[in-house]
Every structure is written in structure tokens, then in C-alpha cells.
């Protein structure tokens, strides 16, 4: 790590004029979970580190007028819990239990595992000058895209991180956030931005706006999914998450894109029918269609395919007769002598 | 009396002819006859309590007064010539207190002298560059970025199949293997791929330095002390009697801690030049970088067979890539093909190549890994093209002898099948098939591993007034439980308990010479000389109680010898004896999986797991289960989820954290049950013990893989079995007829 | 054990970094610290304090090997500020004894084989003691779960899960002790 000033304030206003008026550049740290991995590998060389562990009132989970308001230093751990999500947010309560491993959920807070930095190696390699990094290549294109995105690539082709963001894109949640112009209510969509806008960062946060607090609208039917190769500490390699609420499926995918990817393309294909075992793998099907994957990536379009076709159905509470036959996932289309 | 003769040893699974010491040992084996009250039954770890509160020191946590910190600067470049090392700024930087770089460090030889501590040419992306000692690490790390290199880049190779060869192919024949194969009614051919992978020893490799004077003290996280000092020694022209190496407690080595690192010698210059203590400790992305691999395999395999199964022909041929330096020469990915079956006509064939990436060293069994993955796979294919039941392939094929012409002291591979056969349910393999999504598949593999054990181990018993004692011997115990076996072993020859005898090991100091940790060595090599020391203290007690017999006293018995004779204590000295002429010792194992595969996602699930191991006498029931359930999930993450990733533009590394380089979780891990064949060897060993130490990962992942293969029905040629590569197999599977 | 050492100042212009005070309290005591605000907690009880029963894994917050509590909740000190942890009761395997007396869970670590080469077992030893203190009577897959932040690469968890079994009942029977 470089050496770096240490502030704490009391409020979030004084938090957000610390990093404004850093002359090296600032970040916030609540959990550190993610910003210690990045400052140790010299990603992340701020001159002063803004702590937000003396601002109160940031962490309490409560039901508002039929939303959850979850405060910003609320823990993953305690997302996770919170018997108040789990009946009223079940997805976001699975995607909670899903994110890394004990110890990173008790410290990992909501907003750090929403503002969290993708996990791409090139991005996480200070060797690699990639585009993220202010550099002009992203290495993914010519080099390893085993893990990277299948949608909404380019230039930039990380996943977007967090499963946090899966579930509540799906849920409809809304953030509220704090900066030198006062208090602002965005939806959850709209806090990501691809990279074709802006490769160098996921959200559309001003670099003195911080994430104060997250409202989710309670009572959807919902799950969440998660693929991933080991299981535990391990990031999606695919997660999905579905709510079947009043204003109709919403259908999230992580691990896919640069984002996390909503799917009107599902959402459409499910409609306001109830949900079968036909309309769900019609919709995972539709869902997948736009995908482009990269040179090494392409399992991943079956593979999201299925996790989505099973999470829709566990969000609609229908039993899993199994993929319909023919087979919905595609047999993989592989040249000859290509490295699959 | 000791004399000198030419023997052929089999040291990790590579058959070496050199001169050996003999030094015949008189103890009477321990058979099945022997009553041992100590050896042979579960006992605790005698250093569990040290480690269990922390207070155990490992080379990471010496902290010496006026200690300097150093850090490596490494080459982002795979192949490069240095232009220049510029460390000025990083010399200014305060609390820098040196810095090494190829113009002011000795070009002391490494490699085999292939290239030198630092060198003008880089040759994989993790190459030294230069070396800064500074008052803290962060200061340290600070003054890395601040070491201005010019590079002048070269192309890397990277692709084995493409690659240069690096040395001398390894090359066996018996019988001719070609026109067998070609002649065969029946041919399985097929091309197997297995990745580098990395070991991921908690503890970083690491060094502390101290000079006193002309002394040097190195405490070093190892798997051989000896061979520590004598390359330290060689590397820095002292005297061997002026390095004193320490290892008393290590986070782990598989492998990677055999031999003397870079970074040893670093510490040891930069604490002469700056005249204070010196701690050189790798961080975990170094360690991922170049502190060894397990070495990628390309193996082409034919096999030819009667219509019964019986086995008439073994072509096998694998590219090892042995990486940028790798002097070892390739590992013997060839042994189980030469071994595991009896097979007139096999021909074996390891070719090294060499790429621009991290050196390989031994891991694990090396070789024998690989190698049984390729020929198990191949036989449960011929078990299918002649419309036989695996286990019934292998049984036609079992082979009493080394099949290359030499008897066994045991061979207990038969039991093995037998045992793990029934406990998993062996039978029900033909009724397994498919529901739902969920693809059912069992498996099994068979494994054999040289694990005899060798000489030169020496060790000293002394027995103290108070009838305890001590062993002293210079082995280590990188974690398997040596110190408490051989306190177990010692307490038998001696009538104690083994809480009455402390083993000081891991210091060349303190202890004789005993063979590196590693091979599987340790036990039936250190273990027969602590028992031979230990004897030798008990015959003089014997002689001495003889001595004080008196009158109608009687006979003394030992602990009053101990009492009468008080510090003119009794001193024991051992060796290990020579092995058996003509015989060959080896470890047997067979393990069993069944998986369950996910036909949409490609997940493989473990349900259960068996593992069934012929060693010998097993010294301590409760190390050697725990040796085995770590083997084999380490076998598991090399089925499933090991692999080291270069970037295939520039060849750095990119899964170098425990996040992309994915080692098994808790929650990873299936049912094991460990199983051992009951019976001592006391042909191999005095202990009638064989190791144990490689042989559980070696089948894991042949057995693992063919469990997938029969639930997907389609052959895996290449390991880790991700789910892009399982999808791909289902696919095939659903093709075929 | 590593002498104190006041941390150096890199000379470079990047404004004033002073060094901070911290008291920190750690298993049962206060301890002055004058340390960098960039050093991790896994640095600041290694290298300030000498207690060096809790290992370097892998830096990054993914093997658990670092693992300590605060306010009796398993946390990585590898990706924990040490200046984020005034105030709170941070306790290492160093504070699990109660004097010569060892925690139930360390006599069964060191009886039953958990500790293979060791130098994980202060991590699991900490995750384990947080976890009983939840649930007394642990089932075999809420000690999966609870351990699954730590990694062993030794001994294939099983001796670790039978150690917490048996420490768990050992706990039930004995009732509390003194221990922390």
C-alpha cells in the first residue's frame, strides 16, 4: 500500500467535502473488503482514506411505508439474517448468503458490495495498463475472457461484481445517495453504466457521492441464483435473480455483463401469465439471445441459460421438470482444435 | 560396520543409481507378530498444543532485533534482456538501507547453472531483477516502484506443443510397445492434458538471516535443512560447518520447499551487507509466480489389448513443460504406465520442453498425478471397448510383481480393490443413469508409489537420568507428524510412553543428517533409524543394569539404571539400514468416487468417496487418516478446479491469489472415508512402514474423472473438468450412440 | 519476538502523513500503538505487538488464515484498517487460553489432528470459538458453513470438524470457563 492520510468524520456531508477536497485524490472505506485488495496491489493510490465508521445512523434494516430501507453500513451478514428480508426480499437474502465467505459478510457492508471494483485479472493486475485503468487496451479481447462478459461488453468486457446489485436490480430498489449537491433517490439500474460510456468506472456516481442508503420494495415473490465453480469464496461464474411483483417479472443476470444485466427480453417472454416450465425456459432462451461471447467464454450462454431458466422457476414457486427436451441448451458449436 | 556400494534408488518416482553408505542394521523387523504398544495407534500430535495457542514459531514469524525486511523486484516481462537497473531513487528513500542488482550482486550459479542469482536475461514474467533490504516492508515495497529497469523485450514461448525442448528426453523400454499396439484386436489411443498447477503452502517460502561473525544462521521454511546449508553454503563459498539451518515448525511444502530459493541467498547477502538481520519472505502473488509448479502435461497414450482386456501394448508419450528453468528434467509421468500393469511390450517416453514461464519443481507425487490420470482414463476405455466392468479390467491386468522384473516386499493393491470395492457399492455402478438433470457415474483408479524409504538417515537417542529421552535427528516435520512418529517409534524400543520423548529435529545444528521431506521418505527412512538408535540405548542400558546387578537386589530394571547411573547418560546411535537387494517397496492405493453431474451446468458433485491404502504398518492411525483426507481433496482440486493461468499474450500470470487460483473450500469437500489395509511389511522396513505421504492425491483425480466419464458418457481428456469442459463432454456424450 | 519499530516515512511529496496513535484492545488489554494509518490490522498485532499467532496467508481476504475477532465476530485482519478498530475487543489465538488452561477448542484441535502443519489453526481456531459461543450444539453442516471462510490445504477439514464437535460438547458439559 502507498501511504495515505486517514480521516474520519461524523457525518456523511463531512465524509463526501473529505474526498472533494483531497489535493491526491480520496476513498471511502467502510468494510475495506474490497478497497484493501486494491490498495494493496497499487490499483487504488489515494492520498487520503475517508472512513465512514463514525458516521451513525447508516445501518439498521426497517420496513417503510412497503419498502425495506436498508442503511448503507448495514452488514452482507446482516442482509443475510435479517428475518425482515428474508420474507420480504427472499432474493436479496440468498444473494447475501451467497457473497464470499463469513468473515467478508460480517465486515462487507451494502453499499461497499454495490460500489465494489470488477474482478477481471487484467483489472486487478497493476502489470496490465487496461482500459479501466486509464490504459487503452482491454487484454481480455486477445487474452483469458474465461469469466468475462457474454453481454453488454465493449471496449470493456469485465462482469460487474457484485450479487447484491443481481438481486436488487431484479426487486426494483431504488438508492439514495449523498454529495456536494445534498441528497439524491435514483433506481438501482441506474446507479451502473456501461463501459461503452465510461470504461474507467461501473457507476454513474460523482467520485464525492456515497451510497447512504437502499430501499427495496417488500413482498415480491423472488429468488436469486448463483453458479459458481467452488463454493464458497468464489464469485458467479452466473447468478439470476427474479421478482414476480405486481408490476410484473423483473429479471436480473450476474455475471454476464458489465453490469447487472436486466432482461426486458425475458421479462417480455414471461409477460403477466403465470410462469411454466415453458415460459420460463422461453424466457431464459430470450434472455441469452443477444449474447456475444468471447474467445473463451462461450459456455457461458448455456450455462446462464439454465441458472435463469431454474430461477425463475423457484421465483414462481413451479417444480423443476427439467430442461425441455430437445435439450435448451445448445450443444456448444465448437470449431475443431479451438481452445473451448 | 559400514561399506560403500553402488544402488539403484527410486526417489520420487525416478529410478537414480548412486553410491551409498551401508551401514547394516541388526533390529529384528517388526512383523505382524511384534506387540507394539505405542507404534501402530492413533496419538495425538506431540506439537499440537504448540500449535493450537499460537506459540509454535514458524520462519514467518522470527523477529530478530535490528531486523531488515527485503522484497524482490520481479520482470512484468516473460522473455527480456535487461538494459539497465536503475535503483538510485529507491536508495534515497528513507529506511532503504540496500540494494541488490546484477551489477553489484555475486554471479553466483543457479539453475544448475543455467543462469545466475541475477541475471541479464529474464526469462518468465517473475524473474529476480533486484533485491531491496529496507527498515520495514512497506518501506520496502515502496521502494520497489521507485527501481527504474529498461527492458528490451523478446517474443515468450508459451505453447508446449510448440516449444523447444529443454534437455534430454527420459526414455524405457520393455518388449516392443509399437508392433504390440498395432497388432492388438483391440486399440485405445487417445491425448491427455493436465495444467500446471500450484501448491499454495500457507506459508510463503520465506528466509531469515543472521550473521555472528563468520556463522550464518538461516531460518528457512523447508523441506530438507541438510540440503538447505549445502547449497547456501556452495552459493556463498562458506564452510559447511559456518551455516546452520533452521526449520522448526513450517506452513507446508508439497514439494516447492526441497531446495535452497533465491531468496535464501538474498537474505543471507543482504544481512553480511548491511550487518544486521535479514527476514526475504514471499508474498502470495511470488508464491504463485515462482516458487514451483506441478508441470503441465500434453500425454499421448496408446493401448493395445486382447478382447479379454488383457494388455498387450503401452505407448505413452508425454511433452512436460518444465517451464523456464526447470533443471530437474521432466517428472515421471511415465511411472504408472511402466508399473501399474503387467504388460510385456510398454514403451515410455517423458520429453521436456520450454516455455517462458515459472519453473516447475516436484509436487506431490509428481508425475505419478498426471500420469495415472491419462493411463486410468485409457483403461476404463478398454474396459468399455471389450464390454467389461472396470474393476474386472484391472484385475486381469494385476501385476504381483514390479513388472519390470523385480518382486515386491508387499503388494497390497488387490485388497485394496476388494475393500473399497464393497464399502462403495461397487456393484451398483451398471445401474446408475440418469434423473432429471442429474447425471449418476462411478469410478475408480488404482495407484502405486515407490515409498521404501532410503538411507543416509542418522539419528542419537539420549536417555536422561530420569528415564525420558531425546531424540536428535535432522529430518523435519513439514506437518505430517514426523516429530510425534518418531517419538511413538523411539518409545517403543525404549519401554516409554511417547510423551516421555522429545524429538529435536529441524535444525542442522542439533541433529545428524536425515533425507529431505519428500517422496514419501520420511517415515521409513528416519523412522528405522530412530528405531536402530533407540535400540542401541536400550542394549546398553541392558549391558549396564547386567553391570549393577547385585546380590539378591537383583537385576535393575531401566529406569533404575537411568536413576543409578544419572548424567553419565546412556547414548544411542542409529542409522538406517541398507534396502533389500533385488526387492522394490512401494505404496498401494485404489480409490473410488461417485459423482453426480449436472447435465445443464456442468457441475460435478462428489456424493461419496472412498480411498483404500496398502503402506504397510501404519505408524499413527490418526496423522496417516488426516494425511490421506488432505490428499485427496487436494486431489479433488486438481480434478475440478486447479490451474495455473498465464495470459496468452504476454505470459504473466493472472490467477495468482487464492480468488482465481481456486483451492477446495470446507464446503468442497465430500464424504471421505480412509480405509487402510490391515499388516506390517517388515520386508521394506525395520518398522515394517512404508509411506504414505504422496499416495492419496495420486488416483484422485483418475478416479474422479472416470466417475465423470461414465455419468456423461463421453471421455475428459483434460484436467481441471470445469464445467465448459463437462458441458462440452455431455454434448459429446449425447452424440454418441 | 520482532522489536517495536517506529514506522518509516517515505520521502516522497504526497502531503503530511502522520503517523496515528492508536489504543487498541486486544485480548483483555489496552495497547498503545504508534503506527502507520495505512498498516492492516494482520500488521499492526504481527509487527507493533509481537503476536504473532496470527499468520500471513495470502494478503488479499482469501484464505482466512488471518483471522481474528472483533467484538467476538471472525473478521480478516489482512483487509481491516487497524485505525478503523479502536475501541473494539479484538481478540487472537494468543487471548484464547485462560492462563496455562488452553481453550476447550485448542486441547481438541491438538487431540484429534486438526492442526496438521498448523499454521492455519489459529484462523479456524478463532471462527470455530466465535461459532460455539452462537451455537452451543453446532450441526455438522453449520460448522461447514461457519468454516467455509477458512482454508486448510493439509488436512481435508474432517479432523477440523471433529474438533469442533468434540470441543462442543466439551463446552456443554463443563459449562462456561474462564477462558475468553
Given at each position: ?340 | ?139 520496502a515495497e515502496d521502494a520497489l516502484h521507485l527501481i527504474r529497469v529498461r527492458y528490451a523485450r523478446r517474443r515468450p514461448v508459451l505453447d508446449p506443443g510448440t516449444a523447444p525442448r529443454g534437455g534430454k528426453p527420459s526414455v ?94 538474498f537474505a543471507a547477502l543482504l544481512a553480511r551487507r548491511t550487518g544486521r538481520p535479514v527476514r526475504c519472505l514471499l508474498t502470495r502473488a511470488e508464491e504463485s509466480l515462482a516458487a514451483g509448479c506441478r508441470h503441465a502435461t ?440 | ?180
Amino acid at each position: 500500500m502507498r501511504a495515505f492520510e486517514y480521516l474520519s468524520p461524523k457525518t456523511l456531508e463531512a465524509a463526501s467535502a473529505a474526498v472533494r477536497t483531497a489535493p491526491e485524490g480520496a476513498r471511502i472505506i467502510a468494510g475495506g473488503q474490497d478497497l484493501l485488495g486494491e490498495l494493496k496491489e497499487r490499483i487504488a493510490t489515494p492520498g487520503r482514506v475517508v472512513s465512514l465508521k463514525a458516521v451513525p445512523g447508516l445501518r439498521g434494516i426497517r420496513e417503510e411505508s412497503g419498502s425495506l430501507r436498508i442503511g448503507a453500513l448495514a452488514t452482507v451478514q446482516e442482509v443475510a439474517e435479517s428475518p425482515l428480508v428474508r420474507e420480504k426480499a427472499p432474493a436479496l437474502a440468498e444473494a447475501a448468503t451467497s457473497v464470499g465467505t463469513p468473515q467478508i459478510r460480517a465486515l462487507g457492508t451494502v453499499g461497499g458490495n454495490l460500489c465494489q471494483r470488477p474482478r477481471c485479472w487484467y483489472y486487478r493486475l497493476a502489470d496490465f495498463p487496461c482500459l479501466k485503468k486509464g490504459g487503452g487496451t482491454c487484454f481480455a479481447v486477445e487474452g483469458d475472457s474465461r469469466y468475462h462478459a457474454i453481454l453488454g461488453g465493449g471496449p470493456c468486457h469485465i462482469v460487474h461484481p457484485s450479487d447484491l446489485a443481481v438481486a436488487l436490480v431484479a426487486l426494483d430498489a431504488s438508492v439514495e445517495v449523498v454529495g456536494a449537491k445534498g441528497r439524491r433517490t435514483i433506481p438501482i439500474a441506474d446507479l451502473y453504466a456501461l463501459p461503452a460510456v465510461d470504461a474507467s468506472r461501473e457507476t454513474t456516481l460523482a467520485p464525492d457521492e456515497i451510497v447512504a442508503e437502499v430501499s427495496v420494495p417488500a413482498g415480491a415473490r423472488s429468488a436469486f441464483r448463483k453458479f459458481r465453480e467452488k463454493l464458497s469464496l468464489d464469485f458467479a461464474v452466473v447468478a439470476a435473480a427474479v421478482a414476480l411483483g405486481p408490476k410484473g417479472p423483473r429479471v436480473a443476470l450476474g455475471g454476464v455483463a458489465p453490469v447487472p444485466w436486466r432482461s426486458r427480453e425475458a421479462e417480455a417472454a414471461l409477460g403477466a401469465k403465470p410462469v411454466t416450465a415453458e415460459s420460463a425456459a422461453a424466457a431464459a432462451t430470450a434472455a441469452l439471445a443477444p449474447a456475444k461471447p468471447l474467445k473463451n467464454n462461450r459456455y457461458k450462454v448455456p450455462l446462464a441459460c439454465a441458472v435463469l431458466r431454474r430461477t425463475i422457476l423457484a421465483a414462481a414457486g413451479v417444480a423443476d421438470p427439467g430442461p425441455p427436451a430437445p435439450p435448451a441448451t445448445p450443444a456448444p458449436t465448437k470449431k475443431a482444435g479451438e481452445d473451448f | 560396520m559400514k561399506r560403500v556400494r553402488r544402488s539403484q534408488v527410486e526417489i520420487e518416482g525416478k529410478l537414480r543409481e548412486r553410491t551409498e553408505v551401508v551401514e547394516e542394521d541388526p533390529s529384528p523387523p517388526w512383523d505382524d507378530r511384534a506387540r507394539l504398544r505405542v507404534a501402530g495407534r492413533p496419538h495425538p500430535r506431540l506439537d499440537g498444543r504448540a500449535k493450537a495457542s499460537g506459540a509454535a514459531i514458524y520462519t514467518q514469524d522470527v523477529g530478530l532485533p535490528g531486523m531488515l525486511h527485503a522484497r524482490i523486484l520481479r520482470s512484468p516481462h516473460a522473455c527480456a534482456r535487461v538494459l539497465s537497473v536503475d535503483a538510485s531513487a529507491a536508495l534515497a528513500l528513507d529506511g532503504v538501507r540496500a540494494v541488490l542488482t546484477q551489477e553489484n550482486a555475486a554471479a553466483i550459479p543457479w539453475y544448475g547453472g543455467t543462469t545466475r542469482l541475477l541475471e541479464r536475461t529474464v526469462r518468465y514474467a517473475g524473474d529476480e531483477v533486484a533485491v531491496v533490504a529496507a527498515e520495514d516492508e512497506e518501506t520496502a515495497e515502496d521502494a520497489l516502484h521507485l527501481i527504474r529497469v529498461r527492458y528490451a523485450r523478446r517474443r515468450p514461448v508459451l505453447d508446449p506443443g510448440t516449444a523447444p525442448r529443454g534437455g534430454k528426453p527420459s526414455v524405457y523400454t520393455r518388449g516392443n510397445a509399437r508392433k504390440a499396439v498395432s497388432g492388438a484386436p483391440v486399440v485405445v489411443a487417445g491425448s491427455y492434458r493436465t495444467p500446471a498447477a500450484l501448491h499454495q503452502a500457507f506459508e510463503t517460502h520465506g528466509s531469515v538471516a543472521r550473521w555472528e561473525g563468520e556463522h550464518l544462521t538461516v531460518w528457512d521454511s523447508t523441506q530438507h535443512i541438510f540440503g538447505v546449508r549445502k547449497e547456501l553454503a556452495a552459493a556463498l563459498g562458506l564452510p559447511l560447518h559456518r551455516v546452520r539451518v533452521i526449520s522448526t515448525f513450517m506452513g507446508g511444502g508439497f514439494g516447492a520447499k526441497n531446495e535452497c530459493g533465491k531468496y535464501t541467498v538474498f537474505a543471507a547477502l543482504l544481512a553480511r551487507r548491511t550487518g544486521r538481520p535479514v527476514r526475504c519472505l514471499l508474498t502470495r502473488a511470488e508464491e504463485s509466480l515462482a516458487a514451483g509448479c506441478r508441470h503441465a502435461t500434453v500425454q499421448t497414450l496408446r493401448l493395445g489389448a486382447r478382447r479379454d482386456g488383457r494388455l498387450l501394448g503401452i505407448e505413452h508419450r508425454s511433452l512436460c513443460d518444465v517451464g523456464a528453468y526447470g533443471t530437474d528434467g521432466p517428472m515421471p509421468v511415465g511411472g504408472p504406465a511402466r508399473t501399474l500393469y503387467r504388460c510385456a511390450a510398454v514403451r515410455t517416453e517423458e520429453v521436456p520442453v520450454r516455455t517462458n514461464t515459472g519453473p516447475h519443481t516436484a509436487f506431490r507425487a509428481p508425475g505419478y498425478v498426471e500420469g495415472t490420470f491419462a493411463l486410468e482414463r485409457a483403461m476404463d476405455r478398454v474396459a468399455e471397448a471389450c464390454g467389461l466392468d472396470p474393476l474386472e479390467v484391472r484385475l486381469r491386468n494385476y501385476s504381483p510383481g514390479d513388472p519390470r522384473g523385480f518382486r515386491y516386499t508387499r503388494k497390497g493393491l488387490r485388497e485394496c480393490y476388494r475393500i473399497g470395492a464393497a464399502r462403495i457399492g461397487w456393484r451398483r455402478r451398471a445401474r446408475l443413469g440418469r434423473r432429471g438433470t442429474s447425471l449418476r457415474g462411478l469410478g475408480l483408479a488404482s495407484q502405486v508409489w515407490p515409498a521404501g524409504g532410503a538411507p543416509p538417515s542418522h539419528a542419537v537417542v539420549k536417555v536422561n537420568p530420569d528415564a525420558t529421552a531425546e531424540v536428535l535427528i535432522g529430518t523435519q516435520d513439514i506437518g505430517t507428524g514426523t516429530r510425534t512418529v518418531l517419538a511413538q517409534i523411539a518409545a517403543e524400543e525404549l519401554s516409554l510412553r511417547a510423551r516421555d520423548v522429545t524429538v529435536l529435529l529441524g535444525d542442522t545444528g542439533a541433529g545428524p543428517y536425515s533425507l529431505l521431506s519428500a517422496g514419501s521418505l520420511t517415515t521409513a527412512s528416519a523412522g528405522p533409524a530412530v528405531r536402530a538408535a533407540a535400540r542401541d540405548a536400550r542394549q546398553q542400558l541392558e549391558e549396564l543394569a547386567t553391570g549393577l546387578a547385585r546380590g539378591k537386589g537383583g537385576r535393575p530394571g531401566p529406569r533404575e539404571v537411568c536413576r543409578e547411573i544419572g548424567d553419565a547418560m546412556v547414548i544411542g546411535r542409529g542409522a538406517r539400514g541398507p534396502n533389500p537387494e533385488g526387492l522394490k517397496a512401494c505404496s498401494f492405493g485404489a480409490h473410488f468416487a461417485e459423482v453426480e453431474v449436472d447435465a445443464e451446468t456442468g457441475e460435478v458433485r462428489i456424493v461419496r468417496y472412498v480411498a483404500v491404502h496398502e503402506v504397510g504398518r501404519v505408524v499413527n492411525p490418526l496423522t496417516a487418516s488426516s494425511q490421506v483426507e488432505g490428499g485427496v481433496l487436494m486431489g479433488i482440486g486438481f480434478a475440478l478446479l486447479e490451474r495455473r493461468i498465464e495470459d496468452p499474450a504476454t505470459g504473466r500470470g493472472i490467477a495468482v491469489d487464492l480468488l482465481d487460483y481456486k483451492l477446495p473450500t470446507a464446503l468442497d469437500l465430500p464424504p471421505i472415508e480412509v480405509l487402510f489395509v490391515p499388516g506390517a511389511d517388515p520386508r521394506a522396513t525395520t518398522i515394517g512402514a512404508k509411506g504414505l505421504g504422496e499416495p492419496p492425491i495420486i488416483a484422485a483425480p483418475a478416479a474422479i474423472a472416470n466417475a465423470v466419464a461414465h455419468a456423461v458418457g463421453a471421455d475428459l481428456p483434460e484436467l481441471p473438468l470445469t464445467p465448459d469442459r463437462v458441458l462440452e463432454a455431455i454434448a459429446r456424450g449425447r452424440r454418441a450412440p | 519476538m520482532p522489536e517495536a519499530r517506529t514506522p518509516k516515512k517515505p520521502r516522497r511529496a504526497r502531503g503530511t502523513k502522520s503517523a496515528v496513535h492508536l489504543l487498541l484492545r486486544v485480548n483483555g488489554e489496552d495497547r498503545e500503538v504508534t503506527t502507520a494509518p495505512h498498516r492492516t490490522l494482520l500488521e499492526t498485532l504481527r509487527e507493533d505487538l509481537g503476536l504473532t499467532g496470527t499468520k500471513h496467508g495470502c494478503e488479499l481476504g482469501e484464505c482466512g488464515t488471518c483471522t481474528v475477532l472483533v467484538d467476538g465476530q471472525p473478521i480478516l485482519s489482512c483487509l481491516a484498517l487497524s485505525a478503523d478498530y479502536e475501541g473494539r475487543e479484538i481478540t487472537t489465538v494468543e487471548g484464547m487460553a485462560d492462563g496455562a488452561q488452553l481453550h476447550p477448542l485448542q486441547e481438541t484441535f491438538a487431540d484429534l489432528g486438526a492442526a496438521q502443519c498448523g499454521y492455519c489453526t489459529p484462523g479456524f481456531l478463532l471462527t470455530a470459538k466465535a461459532l460455539l459461543e452462537e451455537k452451543p450444539s453446532p450441526s455438522r453442516e453449520e460448522i461447514r458453513e461457519a468454516l467455509a471462510g477458512n482454508l486448510c490445504r493439509c488436512t481435508g477439514y474432517l479432523k477440523i470438524y471433529e474438533a469442533v464437535e468434540q470441543a462442543a460438547a466439551r463446552m456443554r458439559e463443563e459449562g462456561p470457563r474462564g477462558g475468553r
